[in-house]
């Protein structure tokens, strides 16, 4: 692989509030020589070798939550389509990739994105929340919960696949009357009865804090949930690259950061959700690829309380682990600290601390910013381990804990 490398030295970090200013640089990071800038800069491939890499699944069943779910001949959203399984049809999962999952299905096997299955009879196989609204309740049992998202379907049976029934809106609460596989069998307060998901509902009428997803303050035990401190808040949650412009391509295995940034950002985006945050991405899907400015503008636009870039790391020397970047002094720094914190408590990879950075959605941005690199796709061992569903979720959960002791603050 032959590129032109660009370096960008920075000024030191800045105590002044962020505002309009004269733009000195719009790209990524100097630790980012390697990556494809979204900024403009010239990069030339002469040749690029992809090596395929699988991370092994130890077998297990899952159930589809999508209304129908697109099989793929290989682990990436342009391979071909080779057929579809249906919403809530069982599957056997037997490897897993950076967030797709290889199925078999009847006589079809392939890849499916594993962000729409579940292990039959246990937690989500990308389900970020670890305890739920109903455990403490026994089948048949009945409790009140309080729904926490801004609009939630009740549908006719517990699945995405099944019909829309009516709706329900932050702060109503409902009769819990059983739980099957992530979804709640409830009764409104008009009588009428239907599923709704789990995760964005909280057990109790008073809805002081969610158990919809376990995050732990920054305090010594960690015993206390953090998630009131999320409740209300909005978060602006950048998966980085996207579209055309991939990012760091990992140069052992070919890993796309762009596919890296938007798993993760969603499994982030599910935890804050489930505490009771209400999360805005700058991008949903693998074809998007927003500008640096209009991702920078779209905090102030929906008034959000914090912005979170989500990336993965390149650089020509032998580095490893995380690294999370500030702009500001006053405004981004105890954001960054607190999620490098978390961080640094132990998610796969070690944290190499906290970093000054002049990157356009940081320096340009109304709202306190954070950028947070997850690894460097140019250590073998760090692409191996950043590939896995597993430290996509563990460091996801960091940001989300890190992003509530915030706010706690």
Do not use: C
């Not at 009740?154 to 009516?166: E, F, K, M, N, W």
């Not at 919809?212 to 950048?238: E, F, H, M, N, Q």
């Not at 796969?348 to 940081?362: A, E, T, V």
């Amino acid at each position: 692989m032959n590129k032109h490398i660009h370096s960008i030295p920075g000024p030191g970090p800045v105590k002044r509030n962020k505002g309009r200013h004269s733009e000195r640089h719009s790209g990524f990071a100097a630790l980012k020589p390697l990556a494809w800038l979204a900024a403009g800069v010239s990069v030339t491939v002469l040749s690029l070798a992809l090596t395929s890499f699988t991370v092994r699944a130890d077998g297990y069943t899952a159930k589809v939550y999508a209304t129908s779910l697109k099989v793929r001949s290989e682990p990436a959203s342009e391979a071909a389509v080779k057929g579809s399984v249906k919403g809530g049809s069982i599957v056997t999962v037997t490897e897993e990739q950076h967030g797709w999952s290889k199925i078999s299905a009847g006589n079809m096997t392939g890849w499916v994105a594993g962000y729409y299955l579940k292990k039959a009879g246990g937690a989500a196989a990308s389900d970020p929340i670890s305890r739920t609204a109903a455990n403490a309740h026994t089948a048949g049992s009945r409790s009140t919960a309080t729904v926490t998202a801004d609009s939630l379907r009740i549908r006719s049976g517990p699945g995405t696949g099944y019909d829309a029934v009516g709706s329900l809106k932050a702060r109503d609460i409902v009769t819990v009357l059983s739980r099957r596989s992530g979804w709640l069998n409830i009764r409104t307060a008009s009588g009428a009865a239907g599923w709704v998901a789990e995760p964005y509902v909280t057990a109790g009428s008073s809805a002081s804090f969610a158990v919809g997803v376990s995050l732990t303050s920054g305090d010594s035990t960690g015993s206390r949930p953090a998630s009131a401190s999320l409740r209300g808040k909005r978060i602006v949650v950048d998966p980085g690259h996207g579209g055309t412009d991939p990012g760091m391509i990992g140069t052992t295995y070919g890993t796309m950061e762009k596919d890296l940034n938007l798993q993760t950002a969603l499994y982030l985006r599910d935890y804050l959700t489930a505490a009771g945050a209400r999360v805005t991405m700058t991008r949903t899907r693998d074809a998007q690829r927003p500008t640096l400015s209009s991702r920078a503008r779209l905090a102030p636009a929906v008034s959000a309380d914090a912005f979170i870039s989500v990336h993965y790391n390149s650089s020509p020397k032998k580095i490893s682990g995380t690294l999370t970047f500030f702009y500001s002094e006053s405004d981004d720094l105890k954001l960054a600290r607190a999620i490098e914190q978390r961080l640094g408590r132990g998610v796969g990879l070690k944290s190499n601390g906290l970093s000054f950075g002049d990157y356009h959605i940081l320096r340009e941005n109304e709202t306190p910013a954070a950028l947070v690199e997850l690894g460097f796709l140019t250590s073998p061992t760090d692409e191996s381990i950043v590939r896995k569903t597993s430290y996509q979720k563990k460091a996801a959960k960091a940001i989300a804990n890190g992003i509530a002791d915030y706010f706690s603050n």
